[in-house]
């Protein structure tokens, strides 16, 4: 389903320079955003405004619209919801940003409660980086789950994401050091892409070998899709849609996402 709501062109008159997303909530509607932006306009008089309709009308209330309905209010029904809704949502913001004649950096998403929701499970996975989200109520859905594409041209390199990271500011001569564990990203002969190593501490804690099947996932010289979920004790990783590891461990509660770079030449 398309996307579609009011839209404000540049107070100035003169060309877009900026482009604002605004995202509404829960049984609103892009009207209702628009008059935000009016507020908006004398501090960005050279930026175009557009408020998009959810893609679910509600049931018994004039212009009410939902990114996905509320029954449980569980984690569950959010996640489910947001990513049922990101597709369209994503595609909207490609569509606008092209219109607009802009590049992604100069694209600012601002949410409201559901349409917060929406803003950052959409906008932090876009490939290329937007200029930035502001969130008016509402919260990161899922933050237990994390997904990436992922492509490594070294074939003889690796690195990895970690999870639940932490800093050492005395370590590697004062220079510091993040460590923790983390979902190995591995174009080697070895594919061992998925696996969870603690780095800078214990380790090994799921190599590949231990599910030997799986290493077949991982495609040379493409981008592959990586799923890493992290709840309580428990550690999971996906590649490319395939169960890669398993881990539970009980040693870090709580941490950073970091990405681990060996080099830069």
């Known amino acids: 389903m398309s996307l579609d709501g009011p839209r404000l062109a540049p107070l100035s008159g003169s060309k877009a320079t900026a482009l604002v997303i605004l995202i509404h909530g829960y049984g609103s509607n892009g009207d209702d955003l628009i008059s935000l932006a009016r507020m908006i306009q004398p501090a960005l008089p050279n930026a175009a405004f557009v408020a998009p309709n959810a893609p679910s009308r509600m049931g018994g209330m004039a212009a009410a619209y939902q990114w996905w309905p509320i029954e449980t209010f569980s984690m569950a029904e959010r996640a ?10 994503d595609t909207f913001i490609t569509h606008a940003r092209e219109e ?5 950096d100069r694209v600012l998403l601002i949410g409201f409660s559901q349409g917060t929701m929406m803003a950052l499970h959409v906008g932090l996975r876009r490939m290329e980086s937007i200029a930035g989200i502001v969130g008016i109520s509402g919260m990161l ?24 990271s932490h800093f050492d500011a005395t370590a590697n001569k004062g220079n510091g050091r993040v460590y923790g564990r983390q979902c190995e990203l591995d174009p080697t002969a070895r594919k061992w892409t998925g696996g969870i190593y603690d780095e800078g501490r214990r380790e090994w804690l799921y190599p590949m070998s231990l599910h030997a099947n ?5 495609k040379a010289n493409e981008y592959n899709h990586l799923t890493i979920e992290c709840i309580g004790n428990e550690m999971k990783t996906w590649v490319n849609g395939e169960a890669a590891a398993y881990l539970v461990d009980t040693i870090t509660e709580k941490g950073f996402v970091a990405l681990q770079v060996h080099a830069i030449k």
């Open 141 to 164: 859905v899922a933050p237990e789950h994390l997904e990436a594409d992922i492509k490594i041209e070294d074939a003889e390199g690796n690195s990895g994401i970690q999870t639940r």
């Open 214 to 218: 799986a290493n077949n996932n991982i």
């Open 100 to 104: 607009a004649g802009l590049p992604s």
């Open 80 to 89: 489910a919801g947001a990513a049922a809704a990101a597709p369209a949502l």
